[in-house]
């Protein structure tokens, strides 16, 4: 079962409970320009005196689960996860592989994919597409919504956008439980209401959506992602629309269509972003795309008709078929563009 704890001194307590060697997993900027590592290694340091560190790039793919089991090769390792969701999916993918695995702690410094939470994880082969791969939780998440601070806004962005495609997915799928199904909705309102914080780093708003992420990784955990997240993978891969994004703008399109033929579906969707119906909460989505700063029309990202059907033949067929009502995915991509 995975320990959460939140405070002040986490990255201190951290170090100083370990009585063996670590690899810490980190990103290629963020962890450093706060601080962040500079802080943990330091505190390690005068605990162990025995750390190596990993960084990685977003959207990693294999190769970089084979650096860090390459620097984690003493028995009985812990793998220390500093950064967002690509960091922590490559170290929950290692600690998995990792021979005589102590098991590995999370310390997001972004907030939003709820990888701290979920038992898989998400990597990246251009040849393939994405990799699905069931992957061992964390056995520890520190939180410090304070480490998002040094973000970039629009990395902000991406992150609290994943997280609401995280709730609405969840929501509109045919398999989740009750408890799944509330958690979504909380974490949709939590987002929805505290994004514009978010967006200007109110550390008030950061712990919020710190709590946000982890009710939307639990509602993944518990229900799957659906189809936003299946026809986003293919739009990341050919135009390199961040994750986040390529899911939310998906969102709108889905909440009609769902509306149309499932109404009562759409209520808790609607409930959370404090809308009337399902087309104010496809509006209500549409201006928190916008507010974050990006176009709505997939046509601005450089989605072109001719490769719709592509697009739909490369979506996730799983993901797809979670859907709680009838989706002409086609129709609703030609809508969007």
């Not at 806004?153 to 009750?178: E, F, M």
């Not at 993944?220 to 994750?243: F, K, M, V």
């Not at 109404?263 to 909460?281: S, Y």
């Amino acid at each position: 079962m995975t320990q959460i704890r939140c405070g002040s001194g986490g990255l201190a307590r951290v170090a100083g409970e370990l009585d063996r060697p670590a690899t810490v997993v980190t990103g290629e900027a963020s962890a450093r320009r706060s601080g962040a590592l500079d802080r943990l290694l330091e505190a390690m340091d005068r605990a162990r005196g025995s750390t190596a560190v990993v960084a990685v790039t977003s959207h990693p793919g294999p190769d970089a689960v084979d650096r860090v089991l390459a620097q984690a090769c003493l028995p009985g390792t812990v793998l220390i996860g500093l950064g967002g969701g690509s960091v922590l999916d490559v170290t929950k993918v290692a600690a998995s592989r990792l021979a005589g695995s102590a098991g590995w702690v999370a310390i997001p410094t972004l907030w939003g994919s709820g990888a701290e939470v979920t038992p898989f994880a998400a990597l990246w082969d251009r040849t393939v597409g994405k990799l699905s791969l069931r992957a061992t939780p964390a056995r520890q998440v520190v939180v410090l919504p304070e480490l998002a601070s040094g973000a970039p806004q629009s990395h902000l962005a991406t992150a609290a956008l994943d997280c609401i495609a995280h709730a609405v997915d969840v929501s509109l799928s045919n398999g989740p439980d009750r408890t799944a199904r509330r958690r979504a909705e909380l974490a949709l309102g939590l987002t929805a209401r505290h994004m514009p914080g978010v967006l200007r780093a109110v550390p008030r708003s950061l712990t919020r959506m710190a709590a946000a992420s982890i009710l939307g990784g639990l509602a993944l955990a518990g229900g799957g992602s659906g189809p936003s997240h299946a026809l986003s993978y293919p739009l990341r891969l050919r135009h390199d629309i961040p994750h986040g994004l390529s899911c939310a703008l998906l969102l709108p399109g889905l909440v009609r269509a769902a509306g149309r033929q499932e109404p009562a579906m759409v209520a808790p969707v609607a409930r959370a972003l404090r809308a009337p119906d399902a087309e104010g909460a496809a509006r209500r989505l549409e201006t928190l795309i916008e507010g974050a700063g990006f176009p709505l029309r997939l046509g601005a990202h450089g989605v072109v008709p001719s490769e719709v059907d592509q697009i739909v033949a490369e979506a996730e067929p799983i993901r797809l078929a979670r859907t709680g009502f009838s989706l002409d995915a086609r129709r609703m991509l030609l809508e969007l563009l």
